[in-house]
Structure formats: structure tokens, C-alpha cells
């Protein structure tokens, strides 16, 4: 197993994760990094436990508005209303008597 060593508001961790598993480790790594030094400087002064339980907080957020946003269905398509049948033929014999109107000027 490989050893990867974090960093996270700060600090340093070692851990143990799956072989061909440390990037993916490392940007998620990254991505509780930045949301630590988020807490760290929107808070200021704050221990270890509490800046990682506002950078989980401020994820845990941000996962469940993607999966509000991924839940709501999109709008139907915008379809065309259907035309009658008699209308379509009523604009088409328009249509030719204007046409025959023109023909004959």
C-alpha cells in the first residue's frame, strides 16, 4: 500500500490509500485544503479540529447543492402547439388565390 503524506490547513498527514489511488487522493487532499485555509481566514484563530469541521462542512455543502442542482429535472422541450388541419389548408388556398391575385396583375 502507498504512503502519501498531506497537507491540510497547514498541517501534515500520513496515510495509507490503494495502489493507483494517490492522485485521486491528492486532489481530493487539495480540494479539504482549500476549504481549511477558507475557514482559517473567514474564522481566524481557530483549533486543528474546528477549521477541518468548518472545510467539512463548507464540502458537504457544496456536494448537496450538486446533487439538489443534478436532482432537478430540466424543463420539458418546447413543442410546437399542433396546427388543425383545416387551418393549414385555409392558409394554403390563401396562399394560391394571393399567388394567382399577383399572376394575373
Request: net charge negative; glycine share 6%; hydrophobic share 50%.
Given at each position: 500500500?502507498p504512503n502519501l503524506?498531506?497537507?491540510?490547513g497547514g498541517r ?7 495502489e493507483?489511488?494517490?492522485?485521486h487522493?491528492?486532489?481530493l487532499?487539495?480540494?479539504v485544503d482549500?476549504?481549511?485555509r477558507?475557514?482559517q481566514?473567514?474564522?481566524g484563530?481557530i483549533n486543528?479540529?474546528r477549521?477541518?469541521l ?9 456536494a ?6 443534478a ?21 394554403a388556398?390563401?396562399?394560391?388565390a394571393l399567388?394567382s ?5
Amino acid at each position: 500500500m502507498p504512503n502519501l503524506r498531506l497537507e491540510i490547513g497547514g498541517r501534515h498527514y500520513d496515510i495509507h490509500c490503494e495502489e493507483g489511488e494517490e492522485a485521486h487522493i491528492g486532489r481530493l487532499a487539495a480540494r479539504v485544503d482549500a476549504k481549511a485555509r477558507d475557514a482559517q481566514a473567514a474564522i481566524g484563530g481557530i483549533n486543528e479540529v474546528r477549521q477541518l469541521l468548518f472545510a467539512a462542512l463548507m464540502l458537504a455543502d457544496e456536494a448537496g447543492n450538486a446533487a439538489t442542482a443534478a436532482a432537478t429535472p430540466a424543463p420539458p422541450p418546447r413543442v410546437a402547439p399542433a396546427i388543425d388541419e383545416e387551418v393549414i389548408d385555409w392558409v394554403a388556398a390563401r396562399i394560391e388565390a394571393l399567388a394567382s391575385k399577383i399572376a394575373q396583375s
